[in-house]
């Protein structure tokens, strides 16, 4: 009884190797041959040219101005990282400035030339001011913002660019040194390295932010005259990137920060703004502006050491920051302006500790 053989699946019967016929030709060993051509070298040139006729997916394929599109109306930032092709079709500077205009267009043609301060009587007013409307997406400016070539130089473009297609013709005056005239209404104090009251035509990106920040370095710390801030070039809930919070600021980012300050993105004790960070930002915001450093920045603490960076913080920490600055106020090799941002700040300090402050909303 034979037995009954079983398919299994997956195996493959393996045929017999077949027998090589005999050659009555002589050994090649005997009478060799020419030897075998070697394998020839193709240029690199060949290579690539090869590689470029290859297949590649549909979207690959696609022109650059279609892609572009693709981007810009999708805002999918993630989209230049799906492939090292695709990604250098996109990486141009004139598509990432159509990116950044696409993404604050709507805040920018709503406020521009607009001052936010209630008691400006000057140029064009808001829409339904007591609706607190602000166009844009805050999502898509946050997201944009954290990317590494957004720095000053490049907003500063994008603006200018923006303005020349959209803003011509239309009012713009400066939103800082503000001052009252005799009959108590407000008006600019005046300067004669730049005119702060502007007009029409006036906007010049590069020039009236330079204006503005050499304005700000001159200002002492916590001189309340530099606030309320009058400009809407963000939407009051887009986060900025911690980086810039934190710190440490060299002077681009001293530059980016007052952008920032002035556009309204760094009014987290208002309604309607932000999300305050979480205390661990805070707290090395203090140490890099103000405790840890040789001298303390003065203009970031002007910027940033607003009411909410006091604002519950652990009470252990914060006593432990204390006696930090008093140490080093007795040891006193700190400058009068540096000894005035210490001794400010440990007050500020010690009073929301002994008497502690209902907290802001922190990021989700």
């Not at 007013?125 to 007591?130: A, G, L, T």
């Not at 898509?140 to 473009?157: C, H």
């Not at 915001?285 to 002007?302: F, G, K, M, Q, Y």
């Not at 941002?341 to 802001?360: A, C, G, K």
């Amino acid at each position: 009884m034979t037995l009954t053989p079983i398919r299994i699946r997956g195996k493959r019967k393996t045929k017999a190797p077949s027998a090589k016929p005999q050659s009555s030709a002589p050994s090649d060993n005997l009478n060799p041959g020419p030897a075998r051509a070697k394998k020839m070298k193709r240029s690199i040139s060949t290579v690539l040219a090869e590689r470029s006729s290859r297949y590649r997916a549909s979207l690959d394929a696609l022109p650059a101005e279609v892609l572009e599109t693709i981007f810009l109306y999708s805002a999918n930032l993630s989209l230049p990282r799906a492939t090292p092709h695709i990604g250098a079709k996109l990486s141009g500077r004139a598509t990432l400035l159509r990116l950044f205009i696409w993404t604050f267009h709507d805040t920018w043609n709503q406020w521009f030339g607009i001052p936010f301060r209630g008691d400006v009587l000057f140029g064009p007013r808001v829409k339904n001011p007591e609706l607190n409307i602000c166009d844009g997406d805050p999502i898509l400016q946050s997201a944009v913002l954290e990317l590494p070539w957004v720095d000053v130089d490049f907003i500063l473009q994008a603006q200018q660019t923006w303005a020349d297609t959209y803003g011509k013709d239309r009012w713009f005056q400066h939103s800082i040194d503000w001052d009252v005239d005799d009959n108590g209404f407000p008006t600019h104090r005046q300067d004669e390295s730049h005119d702060f009251c502007g007009g029409c035509n006036h906007f010049d990106a590069r020039t009236c932010f330079e204006a503005d920040y050499q304005k700000a370095l001159s200002w002492p710390a916590f001189d309340r005259g530099v606030e309320p801030w009058g400009f809407r070039d963000v939407h009051p809930l887009t986060r900025v990137p911690s980086s810039l919070i934190t710190g440490p600021w060299d002077d681009e980012k001293l530059r980016r920060l007052l952008w920032f300050t002035r556009g309204g993105a760094l009014e987290f004790n208002r309604k309607g703004s932000a999300p305050t960070p979480p205390w661990e930002v805070r707290m090395e915001l203090l140490r890099n502006a103000v405790i840890d450093t040789s001298e303390p920045n003065v203009l970031v603490c002007n910027c940033l050491l607003g009411s909410w960076v006091y604002r519950d913080l652990p009470a252990d920490i914060v006593r432990q920051e204390v006696r930090k600055i008093r140490q080093r106020i007795e040891w006193g090799d700190d400058t009068t302006t540096g000894r005035f941002i210490l001794r400010e700040v440990e007050q500020t300090l010690s009073s929301y500790v002994d008497f502690p402050q209902p907290p802001y909303e922190k990021y989700e």
